[in-house]
């Protein structure tokens, strides 16, 4: 029988990462423009034998200024299926350290997890290969157009939201990747993500329910 969610973080096997801080965003879409595949806002990298569950994400995203018709504000959440984000550096990305959802346990977490690229991004997958983030799967989105409704002169701020809160959580298997984005056509756009999760290894999640197809 497979455990529930709720017994996972009960054992010390929940996770929950805070991407962003206190009242300062994370500036998305790598230049903090439309998206950048390769320079995502957070990652959740799953390492071989192990696997997790997502079972909630919010993402709230300011659009800035909206002076155009069209402008865009867009937010993904989706996972490489078949790679892990390579070893990261401080360098390039801000290293986050997960908090365990039983205050009790110390925080750390068995994923790579990271924020804020100001790099291209690698995964490698389980022959060894490295190679760009290949989106094997989207989990949710929210693409958000702005019309003017006038001239430049009549601007707006617009906030983006975007909840995962699925009925059944997928099990994503290591290597994998968990991936977060957003961005848009404005000239400022900055986020804040909360990202929950339960880990462990994979015989855990999947109990004896796991197959090779």
Wanted: with cysteine; charged share 20%.
């Amino acid at each position: 029988m497979l455990p529930s969610i709720e017994e996972l973080i009960a054992k010390g096997y929940g996770r929950t990462m805070t991407v962003g801080g206190f009242s300062t965003g994370i500036v998305g879409g790598g230049a903090g423009t439309v998206l950048d595949l390769d320079q995502p806002e957070f990652v959740v990298g799953v390492p071989a034998g192990f696997a997790i569950r997502p079972f909630r994400v919010e993402i709230v995203v300011n659009g800035g200024l909206g002076t155009t018709d069209l402008d865009e504000t867009e937010a993904l959440l989706a996972v490489d299926t078949e790679a892990v984000c390579q070893l990261l550096s401080a360098e390039t990305c801000t290293i986050e350290n997960p908090k365990n959802m039983r205050t009790d346990i110390l925080q750390g977490s068995i994923c790579r997890t990271a924020s804020a690229f100001s790099a291209d991004m690698e995964t490698i997958n389980r022959v060894g290969t490295s190679a760009d983030p290949v989106l094997g799967m989207e989990l949710a989105r929210i693409v958000e157009h702005f019309d003017a409704a006038g001239t430049a002169a009549t601007v707006a701020y617009r906030q983006t939201k975007l909840l995962y809160d699925p009925d059944y959580p997928p099990f994503l298997v290591g290597p994998s990747t968990l991936i977060g984005y957003w961005g848009g056509t404005r000239a400022t756009i900055d986020g804040f993500a909360i990202v929950c999760w339960v880990e462990g290894p994979a015989e855990l999640l999947l109990g004896s329910g796991r197959a090779a197809v």
